[in-house]
């Protein structure tokens, strides 16, 4: 992963790379060169003069000799005295234009191209270094050079804001080749300057967005391609991203995992291009918004390494991002044993504390340390993930980027990353290592494990020398090491605990009191909001707060301000690696925080949560329609189906309601209700009674036994669009925008206007459709406003608001087991949130209005406005079954609970029967 990251500096196929230069030191321009080698007479520095090119950089001035025989040669404009034209002696044999540089100290790096820590070389007393142009004058070069040479003289606080200015200028002498544009039709639509974020460097360059690709165009030669073209249609994500603490950066998924990673010099240049980007029609981003990932993690269709990996994304986490690179957990704490157990807990970590918390005595240091100190405080001074500790794990397979964080140097031998065991013991016991894994513990292969480069890392104190990496006894090999950590990542014991874990990195428990409790405190600069480096314009005092961010690490953004929901235990855990292009958050659809709480469910309610619900419903993707029958003479506007007795109620819009036999199809009942259309119908539990909603505000309690209106009463101001019986319980909705709650006489089949309990008014419009859920003491409302409120049935408090639709909600349901809400709208998509973190978790376009809503918790029925009837299978992210029946809007549907029949009505007077073949 990590090095797929950096292919785009390793596929310059050339000795020289921006890693070779210091943090923040950008590479301007070069010039091929004659060098004189020095500490030699002038004759034989002409016959060993090397051929090469002159990096020029705003911090140094590098040698890249032709021969890579050679070492590449560094000088620092610190280290530098003097930079001129040299002046020859008539009798020296080195003749022509000639630049001398006058250091004190110099770096050699890769000779023969091997990586290998650099050799800082002190010189006795300053030597001259002559460097003769070729192909360009040396009043061009010597006046470039000696610029930044002069810059570097100035007083230290004042160097930063002179290099900005310098290379500012240099950037804007370059201006986009329009040469470079593949098509002549291409319209440009946004140009600017961004740098190309890369793992651990960044490179300047123009941004250009035209109608059909973006360009990039870096303001130096270090790429073997001068502009790199991105066609739209390739394009498979684009992910708003934070880089230093700020919101500038954005990131391109380009097909195979190609990765663009752009900087902008402010959030509002982002923003425009990101808009202006996804205007364009020849971008076909993935349906990134229809995947229902904790949905689909929760139910066993998602591994937890693909959802860790997902949740990185969410919170800014990017393998381009040393400094946010993804973060995943220790889990096994076995490292002795000749076999791993992974049905034993003893053999894995505890999940619900943060590493810092794992050894009680160390614990109870760092909460004495923490007490003493004064504002602002922290627990631990170090981070669990820096870019440091990223290296520490992968410097058999990186070396090059080690050797850039450290200043050209391996750490000591014994501070490398030599045993698996002593890292862990390390981790547990140490002062100050608080350090998590990376992805690649737990993806195929191990090849981080392993010094295949065969680089020189030094030798440890008690002799032996740092080659492999030391495996625990029951792992054969780094693939197998590797493998089992997998398998432990996807047990059952972490299926059951992980979701502890993300509370504490990317959850509640990250911030705030609930941190502190949780004993997740970190250093006050990791947190996003920590500095607001936008407000910064001293370029010393922001450089020094990039550094310390680089150097303590980022703490991800925050995703959940509630608890997270644990796995559902004893579904399938895949093991496959994500797809090429997985999901990932955009920020036009984002996972907002949670910040409100919410009432703990009643036992029933939490019993429910946690078994699994039924998957018959899975065979509604071979529904057939065995029968359709012409019910009405006006449209239909409500049905229900009693299971028990198999009998169908419908109502409509001519005010009649009717029986039918579910079995035999025929008319069992016929009668008129009032001279208004009628809008729903509900039967009373003994089914003798059924109570009616009608356009002429009323509510009527009908008698099947007797033929007749047994009660009725004015219940609204304006028609009464839907109704409920819960128990004594009757729910009414109605035009006028209220909700009522009426005590129900079952008995006695009463119900009178001073028995209303409750009126709400949490609507701006009508009320469309009502849901109850009686295990989880919930109901909820839909509106013509668009809202979709959720109620307590004990307080008749509201839980909570979603704006779910840009109009009319038209139907709502529950899951079986209360803690998701679906629901589908004119606006044409349907959506599901989740009761409990009140947020959205899935959202799919319908490709047209839907009119009414079933929801088991995987599987949603609805009918749509054009007269279809779909299927949709959340956790597989497809719709199973799409049939048009009827040649109107389908108003109303029935789903038995085994999933065996639907039953359907409709605006063309019919009502359909079908049942899975």
């Known amino acids: 992963m990590f090095l797929h990251a950096s292919q785009q500096i390793e596929r310059q196929n050339k000795r020289f790379s921006l890693l070779l230069l210091e943090h923040g030191e950008t590479y301007l321009e070069d010039f091929g060169v004659n060098y004189f080698p020095y500490g030699c007479s002038d004759e034989e520095a002409v016959r060993k003069s090397i051929r090469g090119r002159l990096k020029l950089c705003s911090h140094s001035i590098l040698l890249d000799p032709q ?29 022509g234009d000639i630049m001398v540089l006058v250091a004190t100290e110099y770096v050699r790096m890769k000779p023969d191209n091997l990586v290998r820590p650099y050799e800082f070389v002190k010189l006795p007393s300053p030597m001259e270094f002559r460097f003769a142009p070729n192909y360009v004058s040396l009043a061009e070069v010597l006046t470039k050079t000696k610029r ?23 950037q804007q002498t370059i201006t986009f080749n329009t040469a470079w544009l593949e098509e002549l039709s291409e319209k440009i639509l946004f140009e600017s300057v961004a740098n190309m974020v890369l793992p651990l460097v960044s490179n300047p360059g123009r941004v250009l967005l035209t109608n059909k690709r973006v360009y990039f165009q870096p303001f130096n030669n270090v790429d073997s391609d001068p502009v790199q073209k991105y066609r739209l249609r390739d394009i498979t994500r684009v992910v708003p991203r934070r880089y230093l603490l700020r919101s500038t950066g954005i990131e391109l998924f380009h097909e195979g995992e190609y990765r663009l990673y752009l900087a902008f010099a402010s959030k509002q240049k982002r923003d425009e291009f990101n808009a202006l980007l996804r205007q364009q029609p020849e971008l076909q981003l993935q349906c990134e918004d229809q995947v229902n990932v904790m949905l689909s993690w929760q139910c066993g269709a998602l591994s937890t390494f693909d959802y860790l990996m997902y949740l ?36 894995f970590r505890d999940l619900s504390k943060p590493i810092g918390a794992l050894n009680e005595e160390r614990l ?116 197998d090491f590797t493998r089992k950590c997998r398998e432990a990542l996807e047990s059952e014991y972490v299926s059951a605990n992980i979701h502890q874990w993300i509370d504490l990195i990317f959850g ?146 001519d005010s009649v309601l009717k029986l039918h036999s579910l079995e035999t199809d025929s008319q069992l009942h016929s009668a008129t209700v009032g001279s208004l259309a009628l809008s729903s119908c509900v039967p009373v539990s003994t089914g003798k009674i059924v109570v009616l909603g009608s356009w002429d505000n009323s509510v009527y309690a009908y008698s099947i036994e007797y033929g007749r209106v047994i009660d009725s009463w004015m219940a609204h101001d304006d028609a009464v669009s839907t109704t409920y019986l819960s128990g004594n319980l009757l729910f009414t909705a109605s035009w006028d925008s209220t909700i009522k709650v009426w005590n129900y006489d079952s008995a006695g089949n009463r119900c009178r206007d001073d028995q209303c309990l409750y009126e709400l008014n949490e609507h ?26 959720v109620f307590s049935l004990d307080t008749y408090d509201v839980v909570h608001q979603f704006s779910a639709h840009e109009q009319a909600v038209t139907g709502i349901c529950f899951s079986m087991d209360g803690r998701r809400l679906a629901s589908c709208s004119e606006d044409g998509f349907l959506r599901v949130f989740d009761v409990e973190l009140r947020q959205q978790v899935f959202v799919t376009d319908a490709l047209g209005p839907l009119e009414c809503v079933q929801y088991d918790g995987q599987f949603v029925v609805g009918g749509s406005k054009s007269g279809t009837l779909c299927v949709w299978d959340l956790v597989g992210n497809q719709c199973l079954f799409k049939e048009t029946r009827h040649t109107g809007p389908v108003t109303c549907l029935y789903v038995s609970a085994d999933g065996r029949s639907v039953v359907t009505a409709s605006d063309d007077k019919t009502y359909a029967v079908w049942r899975v073949q």
């Not at 021969?67 to 044999?93: G, H």
């Not at 930044?148 to 804001?161: D, E, N, S, V």
């Not at 065979?619 to 028990?644: E, F, N, W, Y």
């Open 764 to 789: 701006d419009g009508e009320v469309k459709c009502l849901a109850v859920h009686e295990g989880t003491r919930l109901f909820a409302s839909g509106g013509a406003d668009g809202k979709v409120v």
């Open 148 to 170: 930044l040479f002069t810059t570097w003289q100035l007083p230290p606080r004042q160097i930063p804001a002179a290099i900005d200015a310098i290379c500012t200028e240099f």
């Open 508 to 653: 509640y428990k990250q911030l705030g009191p609930e941190a502190v409790r949780a004993n997740n405190l970190f250093y006050h600069l990791t947190y996003e909001g920590a500095v607001d480096l936008e407000k910064i314009t001293d370029p010393a005092e922001r450089q020094a707060y990039e550094a310390q961010i680089l150097e303590f690490g980022q703490t991800p953004k925050q995703l959940f301000t509630l608890p997270h929901p644990a796995r559902r235990l004893g579904m399938a855990m895949p093991m496959s690696p994500l797809p090429a292009a997985s999901p990932a958050p955009q920020e036009d659809v984002p996972a907002a925080p949670l910040r409100d709480s919410v009432a703990s469910p009643a036992p029933a309610a939490a019993a429910a949560a946690s078994s699994v619900p039924p998957m018959g419903w899975a065979g509604l993707s071979r529904l057939q329609c065995v029968t359709s029958v012409k019910a009405h003479r006006a449209p239909i506007t409500a049905m229900t189906v009693d299971a028990a007795s198999k009998i169908i109620y419908t109502v409509s819009k």
């Open 67 to 95: 021969d890579m025989a050679y070492p590449i040669l560094k000088f620092s404009f610190k280290k530098c005295l003097k930079v001129d034209r040299w002046a020859a002696s008539l009798m020296s044999p080195i003749k």
């Open 364 to 479: 109870a240091a760092f909460q004495t340390r923490y007490r003493e100190m004064p504002d602002p405080k922290f627990l631990y001074g170090t981070h669990y993930s820096t870019p440091g500790y990223v290296l520490f794990y992968t410097i058999r397979s990186a070396p090059e980027y080690a050797l850039c964080l450290q200043n050209g140097k391996y750490d000591h031998a014994d501070r490398l990353f030599t045993s698996v065991a002593e890292t862990w013991s390390n981790v547990l016991n140490g002062a100050a290592d608080v350090k998590e894994l990376i992805p690649e513990f737990y993806m195929p292969g191990g090849e981080f494990l392993l010094n295949s480069l065969g680089l020189d890392l030094g030798t440890c104190q008690d002799g032996a020398k740092v080659g492999n990496v030391a495996l625990p006894p029951w792992a054969s090999s780094a693939a």
């Open 312 to 347: 990185n994304s969410m919170a800014d986490r990017s393998i381009n991002d040393l400094a946010q690179y993804p973060v995943f957990p220790w889990v096994i704490a076995d490292t002795s044993s000749a076999t791993l157990d992974l049905t034993d807990p003893k053999s």
